[in-house]
């Protein structure tokens, strides 16, 4: 059994936002707020506490007054990174979990955590994000995720040898898949990675007032 209080909150804004013409994507503005600013809102009531995983613009990203952790692994390699720096700082202040959520997703669900614990028990704390599409595909969205502090040095071994892909990791140790129901107007993943993605966010929030 995971103890709630023992879990940490994990935002991931690592990237280099290529995409968006190398923009620190979780400082985009989205409406009157910053894309993380919605990812802060919708994680902090889910969990003990919050930290920033960032690489860049850690003075812009210290207005939120959550602590910073940048990645411990040089060279930007990817979410992964993100994920083991979160690990390891939160193994350092007596938590045995983390949730890791992606600074770009602004509408990602307000139950995430409650979910992941109901997953994560049968899968040894490991659980990660997936939806359904409209073919009935399951789609994985691994940034999302519920991880085990006892697993940071199996993750940062791979790091070293040159694994990247989130779920390659993931598999390997036979992690949960907690299904998020599509609300049917929207993916609740849908995370923003060009000018046009910012504009569909723009539209949604629209329809949402």
Not at 43 to 61: F, T
Not at 111 to 130: D, E, P, Q, R
Not at 196 to 204: E, F, I, P, Q, S
């Amino acid at each position: 059994m995971i103890d709630e209080s023992k879990i940490l909150g994990v935002i991931l804004a690592g990237g280099k936002g290529t995409r968006m013409g190398g923009k620190e994507k979780g400082l985009i503005r989205l409406n009157n707020k910053s894309l993380i600013e919605y990812s802060i809102e919708r994680l902090k009531p889910q969990v003990s506490k919050l930290v920033i995983n960032a690489n860049s613009n850690l003075k812009k990203y210290s207005q939120f007054n959550i602590p910073i952790v940048p990645d411990s692994l040089s060279g930007f390699l990817g979410p992964l990174a993100g994920v083991l720096a979160g690990l390891d700082y939160a193994n350092q202040k007596g938590y045995t979990h983390i949730v890791t959520v992606a600074a770009d997703t602004p509408f990602f669900p307000k139950n995430l955590v409650s979910l992941f614990l109901m997953t994560a028990k049968n899968h040894n704390g490991l659980t990660i994000a997936t939806t359904q599409d409209e073919n009935s595909k399951i789609q994985r969205h691994p940034t999302f995720g519920i991880w085990p502090c006892n697993l940071r040095n199996n993750l940062q071994t791979h790091l070293k040898n040159g694994l990247r892909k989130i779920v390659i990791w993931t598999e390997k140790h036979n992690a949960g898949e907690a299904l998020f129901e599509d609300n049917k107007k929207l993916d609740p993943f849908f995370n923003i990675n060009t000018p046009a993605d910012l504009n569909t966010a723009k539209a949604v929030l629209e329809n949402y007032k």
